[in-house]
């Protein structure tokens, strides 16, 4: 499992157990009767726990936000691959060879409509997937674990020939 998965993985456990001890706690104080008007201790204890959920949602964000894949780059050692999807095609111009263990940056763009640009292992396992629509380009990083030959699909219904809109490359060791 990869250290960014542990930390979101973590930072949500984390959330879960004190979502689950505010909620025991509400249960458990508005289970008992009544003897008395308490609305002032009342709006006190939503205003604090109001307070400790922001608090605890805003440092879940800044516990995540910088592993968030978005905007990510390859780095120096990267390598970048073009791939363009024509109605019902991918074409991918990538570095011989794709290696292991090193980024790989995919600059994904359509020349027509909207394709769902998807890589599968060589034991046929999804590993991402993205969105493509014309006009724009679709940055996607991602390291190769194991050599193989990888199949790309198309995920989004383009037109008749979707149903062929397949491809293969190499990712072989260094």
């Not at 542990?6 to 025991?24: C, M």
């Not at 308490?38 to 204890?45: I, M, P, T």
């Not at 995540?64 to 691959?81: K, L, M, N, S, W």
Request: with cysteine.
């Amino acid at each position: 499992m990869s250290h960014t998965a542990v930390i979101i993985t973590v930072a949500y456990s984390i959330a879960v157990i004190l979502g689950s001890a505010i909620s025991f706690a509400i249960f458990r104080s508005t289970s008992r009767p009544l003897e008395e008007d308490r609305s002032g201790v009342w709006s006190r204890r939503e205003t604090t726990w109001l307070v400790i959920m922001i608090l605890t949602l805003f440092a879940l964000l800044l516990g995540t936000i910088f592993y968030v894949p978005y905007g990510e780059t390859a780095g120096p050692r990267g390598q970048v691959v073009r791939v363009v999807g024509v109605q019902y095609a991918w074409a991918i111009d990538a570095p011989q060879p794709i290696v292991t263990g090193r980024p790989v940056a995919f600059l994904a763009r359509s020349r027509d409509v909207a394709h769902g640009f998807g890589v599968y292992n060589p034991s046929g396992t999804l590993i991402f997937q993205a969105q493509v629509v014309a006009d724009h380009e679709q940055k996607i990083v991602h390291a190769f674990a194991e050599p193989g030959t990888y199949t790309v699909h198309c995920l989004e219904f383009c037109g008749v020939g979707h149903h062929v809109m397949s491809t293969t490359f190499e990712v072989k060791a260094p």
